[in-house]
């Protein structure tokens, strides 16, 4: 557990009960899927597949060059296995950037209520804005993205009383990443604010790739997350 969690405040590490954590399954259902985006226009390096005019400091609002396009390629690999997934590409960050969480919510609130699922993916990059860092591993001959999860709890003083649940589901995933694809997630990142995260038994913030990554190399590293995801029992 510890190997694959980050608790970024050690209070919350003192909120968690790992005996009640380890007695919860984890288990969720996969017949519907929602991903959309809080940071909509989020991007990355630009490369000669993915050019791009920016809207702001690695933001743009090209859907086949932001994490739009990600959401696209991970959802596509989804419905190919007979999954229902609902691609939400509404942008929340523009053209003000305040106020984009409580936006995405109103957002998922309508998609649940047409919708009802478990797994409910807000779709980001890493919010670090230079060409610096660019987390990528090696899955056999090729280069990808890798992946964090964002997990918030109630410690921020918003109500998520079933914030253990969404860190038990997330770990799952994880773990069977860690088993199929090393590498491909980095730790979990245990947070004090919600994130809207409250809304579905499975909600979670995944972060895919940072500014240093290209676009292809976050495309790519989506088929691995279909893959890990539709093995999950």
Known sequence: FFRIVIFNRPYIYKMLNLANFYTIVGTFDKSNIIIFHTHTSESYTPSEAYPYVASGNYRTLDTNANVVGVGNELANRLIQKNINVVHDSTFHDYPEYNGAYTRSLKTVQGLLGSTPADLVID???????????????????????????????????????????????????????????????????????????????????????????????????????????????
């Open 123 to 233: 779709l980001h990059r890493d919010a670090i804005a230079d060409s610096s860092y660019g987390p990528s591993v090696m899955i056999g001959e090729e280069k990808v993205a890798q992946l964090m999860f964002v997990m918030g709890s109630s410690e921020g003083g918003l109500s998520h009383p079933n914030w253990i649940n969404n860190l038990k589901i997330a770990v799952k995933i994880q773990e069977k990443a860690n088993e199929m694809y090393p590498g491909l997630f980095k730790p979990i990142l245990l947070s004090k604010y919600r994130y809207n995260e409250h809304l579905a038994k499975g909600s979670c913030i995944i972060e895919v790739g940072a500014t240093g990554n290209t676009m292809d190399e976050c495309v790519a590293s989506m088929k691995y997350l279909a893959e890990v995801i539709l093995a999950v029992e």
